[in-house]
């Protein structure tokens, strides 16, 4: 059984490079939350030199569906790494295993941001709000994961469209509403109250989570806030298009 964080880190680099996941009977059922994210160091040291230093995180897990499908009570954060994030509204899914989409709130920061950490500190310190797309994708077989290898997974990140930038004070966050589409077809709708009640709590919760792994969120750092729906399989010609009702449409295109 695959348990020591660097051997799973090393696998899950190669189950990215490869798109051949890891047969998920191969890893220890007894895999740590702590464990998960030395992991996740390990997973990312391989892809630095190749894919740029981080430039954001991502939080995962604020939605209540997911957090029931990994039988989980509290959000994870993973990295975003340079090459990783985009805005050409494409993305290959030659490299990619079982790929879905979600749709989210990213904030970009414009000061840093260190506990205490309140909501209203979270929407001072936002510069701009972006609508995004992100791409998740499980390096473990058919999606079979826990929540801490899903952490070891770099949360499931793989890509990140983003879409035009407004300024933070334009949008009732809560309220913000949101529709899925893939190919003309809706696949689903939902609101921002969906991510831990207000998006904004999902950056003040990283903020408050980050010193306990040596790190803080700084001005510039993009952050992810977590899927507003559930994830959405996408596949090779496909095009999906997520409408905000106040942040604008963001078009991600499968090739």
């Known amino acids: 059984m695959l ?4 051997a799973l880190g090393t696998q899950l680099y190669r189950a990215y490079r490869n798109a051949k996941p890891i047969d998920s009977t191969t890893l220890s059922s007894n895999v740590t939350v702590e ?9 990312l040291d391989h892809r630095i030199s190749e894919e740029g230093e981080p430039v954001g995180y ?3 897990f604020t939605n209540e569906a997911v957090q029931v499908d990994l039988g989980v009570d509290t959000p994870a954060f993973g990295r975003l790494l340079a090459d990783t994030v985009r805005d050409d ?4 899914t030659e490299l990619r295993i079982e790929p879905r989409i979600e749709p989210e709130i990213a904030f970009l920061l414009e000061e840093d941001l260190s506990p205490p950490v309140s909501r209203l500190d979270v929407l001072s310190a936002t510069d701009l709000l972006v609508p995004a797309i992100e791409i998740v994708d499980s390096r473990i077989q ?3 994961l826990t929540g801490p290898t899903a952490i070891a997974d770099n949360a499931l990140a793989a890509r ?8 933070a004070t334009d949008v009732d966050l809560v309220r913000e509403g949101v529709e899925v589409l893939i190919d003309g077809v809706r696949r689903a ?7 831990l009640g207000h998006p904004a709590d999902a950056v003040a919760w990283l903020a408050e989570t980050l010193p306990d792994h040596d790190e803080t969120l700084k001005a510039g750092d993009i952050v992810t806030t977590g899927s507003i729906t ?6 090779a010609g496909q095009t999906a298009v997520v409408r905000f009702s106040s942040l604008g449409s963001v078009v991600a295109h499968a090739e």
């Not at 348990?3 to 660097?6: A, E, I, L, N, V």
């Not at 464990?35 to 997973?43: P, T, V």
């Not at 559930?230 to 596949?235: D, H, L, N, T």
């Open 160 to 167: 990140l469209l983003l879409g035009d930038q407004i300024a």
């Open 230 to 235: 559930e994830p959405i399989p996408i596949e």
């Open 35 to 43: 464990e998960g994210y030395a992991a996740q160091d390990a997973f």
């Open 89 to 92: 509204r494409r993305f290959e």
């Open 3 to 6: 348990s020591d964080p660097d």
């Open 58 to 60: 991502k939080i995962g």
């Open 142 to 144: 058919n999606w079979n």
């Open 189 to 195: 709708t939902g609101t921002g109250a969906a991510v």
